[in-house]
């Protein structure tokens, strides 16, 4: 969220214009209807909101729903990650774009401590948490040479590490097709280090590659929506703060599930609509990128990833 547009001045969502706990489970509860049972908590930053272990409670008890998980900064898990696992919280996922302090700081805009966030993943596996999965985005000219050092971190630590191509999620992030580093690239590099060898995949729709160290020391995986598109298999659907329905993580609108529900939709009304907009779907954006990532798009940080 750049400074010079997302200042101290800007005018964010007002409490009326989110969605109350009431109504997230209530459209919750309409998608598991339809079959979906995986459910994740991410932002922005989802630690930020208010009394999250209660609204978690809820969600987790959601008829249909089977599995929750969370990605998170990390910052605030020594704090949090307690009450989240009491909460029934199960799989916690943490971005670290790098394992050296000055260029996790540069990357994080000047703001991030990479000790802060080391001391949350292990808070998180202090309070229970045995499924952490550690993101990290991968940019030429950035944070190239951080692959291996990652690699070396968080292979013997019980956590597995997903590599994501870098994307270009939204309009602000100033993405280039030449500062992509590819999965093959990130792979090349760990395998001559540690050799690997695949896995299968754990579920239908599963986006990650993954591959486990030949030397039993964990699992590797790999994100590649830019050089290895999955558009056709996708099985996602994001919901925003404001009540916006997302079908694709590089969409321009949002259809609105809010004021239905506001003027008094229930859930087997809010279903019908949710069920015709899946449908309707024309979603492939991956698949025909121009090659320059030229689009109005919803930025990152209003739908998560």
Same mark, same amino acid.
Request: glycine share 10%; charged share 30%.
């Given at each position: 969220?750049?400074?010079?547009?997302?200042?101290?001045?800007?005018?964010?969502?007002?409490?009326q214009?989110?969605?109350?706990?009431?109504?997230?489970?209530?459209?919750?509860?309409?998608?598991?209807r339809?079959?979906?049972?995986?459910?994740?908590?991410?932002?922005?930053?989802?630690?930020?909101?208010?009394?999250?272990?209660?609204?978690?409670?809820?969600?987790?008890?959601?008829?249909?729903?089977?599995?929750?998980?969370?990605?998170t900064?990390?910052?605030?898990?020594p704090?949090?990650?307690?009450?989240?696992?009491?909460?029934?919280?199960?799989?916690?996922?943490?971005?670290?774009?790098?394992?050296?302090p000055?260029?996790?700081?540069?990357?994080?805009?000047?703001?991030?401590s990479?000790?802060?966030?080391?001391?949350?993943?292990?808070?998180?596996?202090?309070?229970?948490?045995?499924?952490?999965k550690?993101?990290?985005?991968?940019?030429?000219?950035?944070?190239?040479?951080?692959?291996l050092?990652?690699?070396?971190?968080?292979?013997?630590?019980?956590c597995?590490?997903?590599f994501?191509?870098?994307?270009?999620?939204?309009?602000?992030?100033? &993405?280039?097709?030449?500062?992509?580093?590819?999965?093959?690239?990130?792979?090349?590099?760990?395998?001559?280090?540690?050799?690997?060898?695949?896995?299968?995949?754990?579920?239908?729709?599963?986006?990650?590659?993954?591959?486990?160290?030949?030397?039993?020391?964990?699992?590797?995986?790999?994100?590649?929506?830019?050089?290895?598109?999955?558009?056709?298999?996708?099985?996602?659907?994001?919901?925003?703060?404001d009540g916006?329905?997302?079908?694709?993580?590089?969409?321009?609108?949002?259809?609105d599930l809010?004021?239905?529900?506001?003027?008094?939709?229930?859930?087997?009304?809010?279903?019908?609509?949710?069920?015709?907009? &899946?449908?309707?779907?024309?979603?492939?954006?991956?698949?025909?990128?121009s090659?320059?990532?030229?689009?109005?798009?919803?930025?990152?940080?209003?739908?998560?990833?």
């Amino acid at each position: 969220m750049p400074e010079d547009v997302y200042d101290d001045k800007y005018s964010f969502f007002s409490r009326q214009q989110r969605l109350s706990d009431d109504e997230t489970v209530l459209l919750v509860s309409a998608f598991a209807r339809l079959g979906v049972n995986k459910l994740r908590l991410t932002g922005g930053e989802p630690l930020l909101r208010k009394d999250l272990p209660t609204l978690l409670e809820r969600l987790i008890l959601v008829d249909g729903i089977e599995d929750v998980a969370m990605s998170t900064n990390g910052v605030l898990l020594p704090r949090y990650a307690q009450a989240l696992r009491a909460a029934g919280l199960q799989r916690i996922t943490v971005s670290v774009d790098s394992t050296d302090p000055a260029s996790f700081l540069q990357m994080s805009g000047g703001k991030g401590s990479l000790q802060a966030v080391l001391d949350g993943i292990d808070a998180a596996r202090a309070a229970g948490f045995d499924t952490i999965k550690i993101n990290a985005v991968i940019e030429r000219g950035r944070n190239l040479d951080q692959v291996l050092p990652l690699a070396r971190t968080f292979r013997d630590n019980g956590c597995t590490l997903r590599f994501i191509e870098y994307m270009d999620v939204g309009t602000r992030n100033g &993405w280039r097709l030449e500062e992509v580093v590819t999965s093959r690239e990130i792979r090349e590099q760990i395998h001559a280090q540690w050799p690997l060898e695949p896995v299968g995949a754990g579920y239908r729709g599963e986006v990650a590659s993954r591959y486990r160290y030949l030397d039993g020391a964990g699992e590797v995986g790999f994100i590649s929506s830019i050089s290895q598109p999955f558009c056709s298999d996708c099985t996602r659907a994001r919901l925003s703060a404001d009540g916006k329905l997302y079908t694709c993580l590089f969409a321009r609108d949002g259809k609105d599930l809010k004021t239905p529900l506001r003027a008094g939709a229930g859930v087997d009304e809010i279903t019908d609509i949710i069920r015709r907009i &899946w449908q309707g779907r024309e979603d492939r954006y991956s698949e025909l990128r121009s090659g320059d990532g030229k689009k109005d798009k919803i930025e990152m940080f209003q739908i998560g990833g």
